[in-house]
């Protein structure tokens, strides 16, 4: 009967150490793929940031040009030379860039 029952008594404790080890390595699992998908997410959003701001850098260089040909347009119609009109328009693009740095 003593047998018997230290018999159970160490498959009882085996058991319970190889639940603990398997809790362990289940939770272990668990952190490595949760990092694993933090990192992913967090490469993702660092890329729809970057491109969002390719995006915006393009648009207001597309304004700026446009900008540019407006104001030579005007210029041109005001009687200004073609040089005295690109000098102004250059200077202007000057300090554009500078604002916006």
């Known amino acids: 009967m003593r047998k018997r029952r230290k018999s159970a008594e160490q498959q009882a404790e085996e058991i319970v ?3 603990r080890e398997t809790a362990q390595r289940l939770a272990e699992e668990a952190r490595a793929a949760m990092q694993a998908q933090l990192e992913r997410r967090t490469q993702q959003a ?4 970057a ?3 390719e995006q915006l850098v ?8 446009q900008l540019a040909v407006d104001a ?6 005001k ?5 005295q009109a690109n000098a102004l328009i250059e200077q202007n693009i000057s300090e554009l860039k500078d604002r916006l740095q």
């Open 51 to 53: 491109r969002a701001e």
């Open 17 to 19: 150490t190889e639940a």
């Open 79 to 83: 009687g200004m030379s073609a040089q």
């Open 72 to 77: 030579a347009a005007h210029l041109i119609e």
């Open 46 to 49: 660092e890329t729809k940031i």
């Open 58 to 65: 393009g648009e207001v260089r597309a304004a700026i040009t």
